[in-house]
């Protein structure tokens, strides 16, 4: 199957400062590539849905700018954590759409804010 | 608007015992719906897909679901579970007129005991 690739996987970052997650679809193009974020035990909840070549669209309750999202190309979306904090930290999950109804997730990043 | 509901949060099961997760899905469409595993600390994996056609679709390791427009359900089962099936498993539910956005179910924890 097709293969998305997250990195880095882990990552500790000291709380203000900003960290970058990369979500590349490896082996095809994805106009479409969607973040997620998931709590301990519980579900994934999709964040915002990013777009190569335009804005994202972020979901209700999510801080624009707080969490920066740019889909610079057809194979990778980033999402930028500006100014940390220890409630940030959580596993961050992408997933690229080959097409409609296709997804390929991830592996996720975890972020721990101290 | 959309919603995906898991029953139970979590189930334990024998080694060689039959499974059945629950999902049931609310939807104003006709959805795609999907089931996904996540074993600890990592990314989601496609199980099964169901878009249209036979309403009885066979995914990968053994699991099937069966899908049921007069009961909005989706339910996954597998005749006979392996220990490695232990893991999370998360119905999601999916339309093009959506954004082909995805939502996901809060997830049945699998155990599986010798």
């Known amino acids: 199957g097709a293969v998305v690739s997250q990195h880095p996987s882990r990552v500790i970052c000291k709380s203000g400062t900003s960290v970058k997650i990369e979500c590349r679809s490896l082996?095809?193009?994805?106009?479409?590539m969607f973040w997620y974020r998931q709590f301990p035990k519980q579900s994934l909840m999709l964040m915002a849905t990013?777009?190569?070549?335009?804005?994202?669209?972020?979901e209700q309750g999510v801080e624009k700018d707080k969490f920066l999202i740019n889909h610079a190309s057809l194979t990778l979306s980033t999402l930028t954590v500006t100014s940390a904090h220890p409630e940030d930290s959580s596993f961050y999950i992408c997933?690229?759409?080959?097409?409609?109804?296709?997804?390929?997730f991830g592996e996720g990043s975890r972020l721990t804010v101290l | 608007a959309q919603s995906v509901t898991q029953p139970d949060i979590h189930i334990t099961v024998s080694e060689g015992a039959s499974l059945e997760l629950r999902c049931n899905y609310s939807?104003?469409?006709?959805?795609?719906l999907f089931w996904y595993v996540q074993s600890p600390g990592q990314g989601l994996q496609l199980l099964l897909k169901?878009?249209?056609?036979?309403?009885l679709v066979q995914g990968i390791k053994g699991f099937e679901a069966e899908f049921k427009r007069s009961q909005s359900s989706f339910n996954l089962r597998k005749p006979s579970v392996h220990w490695s099936d232990a893991a999370e498993y998360f119905c999601?539910?999916?339309?093009?007129?959506?954004?082909?956005?995805?939502?996901f179910g809060t997830g049945t924890s699998l155990t599986v005991i010798p």
């Open positions: 997933s690229a759409q080959r097409r409609v109804g296709e997804l390929f």
């Open positions: 990013s777009n190569e070549g335009s804005k994202a669209t972020y």
């Open positions: 169901y878009f249209s056609g036979d309403t």
């Open positions: 082996d095809f193009q994805a106009t479409t």
């Open positions: 939807y104003g469409a006709t959805p795609y």
């Open positions: 999601a539910v999916g339309s093009t007129s959506a954004g082909n956005q995805f939502y």
